[in-house]
């Protein structure tokens, strides 16, 4: 049986594979002379972004102040929260963050934020350290044109309490010619303007691989790639030995020819297609697919296998999106070598805040 | 500005909706004579459990033992977990809860279940009360056959540590003649042999204002009604005005005309779609739409609309399903009249086992 300690459903992490996605992206940004700014909201996790650190990474990034605020308790002092804070509550804690971080950063994609963010800093005697973002095709968030880009730019230099860094963008992945245009036009404006960014952010797991292609990027900011998932393997950034996450699940019917189901629902591997076909890969079942999920339920078609799991049978199925499957269990478990290794909370979990 | 004292993303649950909720749809059992049993897994609060015992349910569905064990605490002694409960682990977990619980029950739907736990009960002094989950046009879980159910049934008479209460299935919506004919089967088929049924459970919201279109059944379990939802509107549950949950999300980003960004993405109001076009319903924007989500940022489209918010601004979203929205906040804000009246935290969340 699969790790007979461990009951199910649960979340099962192969330390090794973390370990080489972790190294082998640094390799790549150590030799194209770009710097690793992960993402924690993939693992949520202060030791694995330690492990980032430890072989190369610059800083990490955060979405959420609750988030940023867990990982500065555990001693992470360079932190790009890579998001628009809005709101009297929020602004509050990100000061009081701010003033416990050596560099702490936000991004803002408006005079709205900006002002906001001002406002709340003016007279803090701090400083803020911020990046505009930038919508280079994504459709996000981010200022539309490189011509908005320099304008706020710009206002941010004259706003207390702040300091322009750079340029953010989440780009749409396999966009790093856009990035590239994009980024060196709104450098240009902003030195006619006598505006210096320093910082080229960009990120992403699907194209990671092709960081170098935009060269005016100096930073990446990257999440999926430390687990990696089936999306990302249909996106080309891994092969499926690659991914390290999976839940584990026992059968608990098989009422009908090929129908397994299975005690992993959406409530352990999400609703998330990516436009992926089911909701999962079953390990060493190639053929075996996650047609439908309730929430404590997963259905699964094994009509095209040549074998049929029975009731109590342990199955691992990779997920489609890593990333929210973190978010849905209290904690993990690392393993080596298929053998249970150690237990960790996800401290970071649920800080939708 | 809504909810002032509140920060977003969170959810908000108008609590004069839950109690006509609640309370309309016992008054509909308690006039066909069903007996309510509501499913927790919808709320996952005690306090809410105990307004639906309070107008008359009998006990209450939960799909998990952790979920099992949370309302055992608060002193719920009739529970119903309506799962094939599998593995060493479960079995001694599922028995330690027993011996606390005046009305323990399961459902099982092989011999193989059924011989996990009467192996775990035979000499525990212990009854653990059984019913045979039938297939009756689902796919999921369940017998497939009224031949199999009676097949079912005498194995339960025949197995130490067992007793045998009925049939349950949760069906197909809209399914209700087939219920009924399929429950009538099973029970003429069990009579032929000498076994008695007493419990047909049946459940669902989509069709529950049909629940008596299946005269046999006696018990109705039924989880969503409580909040409602999008796809309940849909479905024709109930009407938009009966959505008690709502995700609290603020506008961060408005970069393009009719794109409005704010801070409620999958982590908030999950990837679930239910058939439904868009991630939710914007509460006063009938013609917006939540046309994609990120983790961290829902994507919607207000070019239809006649006036478009701004940043800062504050949206209620109705998601398309209420349940595993529940599960992703640690804390949930219930209101009266559009004011915050108190704040619970989601005691059974993330209980997946």
Known sequence: MLYPELDTPCVVID?????????????????????VRPHIKTHKLPYLAQKQLDVGAKGITCQKIGEAKVFADAGFDDILISYNIVGAAKLERLRALAARVRSPA?????????????AAFADSGLSLDVLVECDT????????SPEQAAELAARVQQ???????????????????????????????????GIELEVFSSGGTPSMWHAHEAPVVNEYRIGTYVYQDRSQVAAGACGEDD????????????????????????KALTSDLLGQ???????????????SL???????????????????????????????????FDEVHFCRDGKLSHSRQVDARGKVR
């Open 15 to 35: 330390e090794a594979k973390v370990d080489a996605n972790i190294e082998a992206f640094q390799r790549y940004c150590d030799l194209h002379g770009i710097q």
């Open 106 to 118: 936000v991004v803002a994609d408006s005079a709205a934020v900006l002002d906001g963010l001002s």
């Open 137 to 144: 095709g994504a459709g996000r968030c981010g200022v539309q």
């Open 159 to 193: 706003l207390p309490g702040l300091r322009l860094r750079g340029l953010m963008t989440y780009p749409a992945a396999y966009n790093e010619a856009r990035v590239q245009q994009w980024f060196s036009e709104a450098t240009a404006l902003c030195e006619a303007r």
């Open 243 to 266: 991914c390290a996450l999976a839940v584990l699940t026992t059968v608990i019917s098989v009422p009908a020819p090929g129908r397994v189901i299975v005690d992993a629902g959406s």
């Open 277 to 291: 076909d089911g909701y999962g890969q079953v390990v060493g079942y190639p053929a075996a697919r996650v047609r």
């Open 294 to 328: 309730s929430e404590e339920h997963g259905i699964l078609d094994f009509g095209a296998c040549a074998s049929l799991p029975v009731v109590g049978d342990r199955l691992l199925i990779v997920p489609n999106h890593a990333c929210p499957v973190s978010n849905l």
